[in-house]
């Protein structure tokens, strides 16, 4: 892995649990201002900020008198490859065309495989996807099935599988075959490239409206996308707003089940992969993941999967903005959000998606069907995934659900004790380290550790 | 997708190999998936004819030389949008109503 990534990581480790996060992004020695300018030749970033003002005032039309925020999005979907995903891949594939690898390889179903394939594509780079894409009967999810196409569109190798983990193990064999770079999800490569994004929402807002967010909503699955954001939103100066990680409600579906595999209904954004990459990031295929989301986020929202596909005929309908409906999942929860905030607050979804065939919530709907979910209208409450879908009937229904952030500052403090070293003992160095990383003191480190103990 | 059953060199193609047998898979599998084999796909150009299930070498776009069984030849993209949703069209009309009664309210 060394040599797929070009960069020891060794070299940042301190104690058995702690290591140098900021030496680790920073490492690569490029500094936003490199990345601004590596993204703007690769056709990537300064997408448009739009106001929503039907949305805004749909939620003040159901909001108590003085409250529903001003709602905003930054329209991400614009980039080279259709999403966010873009600023992740230009960094990762600028670093291996300087070093001088032939080619990039990265597992992914998402829209992260679009943007390699399609940054690989200008830098004339090899480029190999490989993607869980099918379940043992080799049916897949219309929104894979497009990432595929995507894929192959800008020349890449797609190596479909069906369901496992093992397509690590696979991917790591490809890389030692090729010799070709590993452009992670997890890298610092790729978690820097997102930073822009928080940059740019914070000088356009401030541009707009004379001041910083009052909260950023993000689309919420390995934690890159919160990650990235907050860093550049607190480079950028937006250092009180409000970092809200949104994910739709998973709950009940197994992430390795080939039964379940096809009745997700959601490819991204989803608590399958919000809540194990954020109690125990370094699961990942790196060494350290640079995705670190408990370090930024204030808080951590649900919606139901009925909810964003209401939301995203929603936003066709009163906005005119026809995106993919896994991006959607942050604009159902800021709709949610806004009515808590006063009529003089802001909040910013911070992406969008492409959307085309299969890449639709019409589709993923009549896949869902087909599959044996039912549909219906109704309470969202009632929303069971894997089972039924609820879509609700009036947008008052839409309610986000706080999930316990505590408990899952908890959980990580839990799972770095239990791949330390048996018999290990945290120093106050491991217990400032737990501190950072939960976005908590050293004093809350030390109370969880002793509860766990005692346990 | 193409009603071919064999596959001439040169022609674009797909096979499809098994990966890991059930026997050899990761230990932490729920058991409808630890049951089966983990199976890849993986286009290319047919290095040499073949008939549908025959082993076929491929060049993959990379130049990765891959072997399987011929699964499909040319293989398509067939997916679509589908009908509406009936559960969603009347979303447009119900929120446009709102919005123009929230706005006829002087607000």
Known sequence: MVRALGMDYAEFERTPIAFDYEAMMSAHGYSLDDIVGIQTAGGVGHTPLLELKNLTDLVRSMSAPGMGARIFVKDEAANMAGSFKDRRASVSIHAAKAKGYAGVITA??????????????????KCIICQEAFDSRHVGQPEIIEKSRICEAFGAEVVQMTVGPELFSHMLELLDETGYFAASLYSSFGVSGIETLGLEIAEEMLSVTGEYPTAVVITHAGGGNTTGTARGLKRGGATETQIVSASVDLSGLHMASDDDFNRKSFTTGHTGFGVPFATWPDRADVPRNAARSLRYMDRYLTVTQGEVFYVTEAMCKLEGLERGPSGNTAMTAALSLARELPRDATVVVQETEYTGAGKHHWAQLNFAKEQGVEVRAGDPRENKP??????????????????????????????????????YEPTPEDVAFLAADTNTDEATVNDTIARLRKA | MSDARHCTAGEWVEVERVLLEPADRASNLPPETANKPLLTWVKGFAQSEADLGEDLTVETMTGRRVT????????????????????????????????????????
């Open chain 1, 386 to 423: 894997g089972t039924t879908i609820v879509i609700p009937e009036r947008p008052e229904q839409i309610q986000a659900v706080d999930f316990d952030i505590a408990h899952m500052r908890a959980s990580y403090v839990r799972n770095v004790l239990k791949h330390a070293p048996e018999g």
């Open chain 1, 108 to 125: 992914t179903s998402g829209n992260y495989g679009a943007a390699v394939s399609s940054q690989a594509a200008r830098n004339n780079l």
């Open chain 2, 68 to 107: 399987g069984q011929l699964s499909a030849i040319n293989p398509g993209y067939f997916h679509t949008f589908g009908r509406p949703i009936p559960e969603l069209t009347h979303v447009g009309a119900d929120l446009r109503a709102r919005l123009d009664a929230y706005r006829a309210g002087g607000e």
